[in-house]
């Protein structure tokens, strides 16, 4: 079977951590975390464009970092301090086309490809 985009998420209690990991290959002008429930909107947690500046929700701002490895070409999520309203499906998108900005709050615009990964946080 084919091998989700995203992994890392699961369930854990509030205050745990959890690495969220999306592969992430050719070069993207802007790298994005959000999250997103069915039937609902997607909601930008983390940005990260290619000059390194990073874009945060103010929900996760001093919790989450937002980084890639470019030599495996991976995009990263590290989330601690977890709290329950956290909970959602995460997904990873990206511009490869340089088509724009990359503020969290301009998610909607860009590609995403994966199934999402799951992080439950219990109170």
């Known amino acids: 079977q084919v091998q989700p985009v995203e992994s890392g998420g699961g369930s854990v209690q509030a205050g745990g951590t959890l690495r969220l990991s999306c592969a992430i290959s050719g070069h993207a002008y802007c790298m994005a975390w959000f999250r997103q429930a069915p039937g609902k909107e997607r909601k930008g947690v983390a940005t990260?464009?290619?000059?390194?500046?990073?874009d945060y929700s103010d929900s996760v701002k001093g919790r989450f970092t937002i980084s890639k490895d470019d030599a495996k070409d991976i995009l990263y999520l590290q989330m601690n301090n977890l709290k329950p309203e956290d909970t959602d499906m995460y997904y990873c998108?990206?511009?490869?086309?340089?088509?724009?900005?990359?503020?969290?709050?301009?998610?909607?615009?860009?590609?995403?490809w994966g199934q999402g990964t799951m992080v439950n946080v219990s109170s």
């Open positions: 990260l464009d290619e000059d390194g500046s990073t």
């Open positions: 998108a990206a511009d490869f086309h340089g088509l724009g900005a990359c503020p969290v709050n301009g998610v909607n615009r860009l590609r995403a």
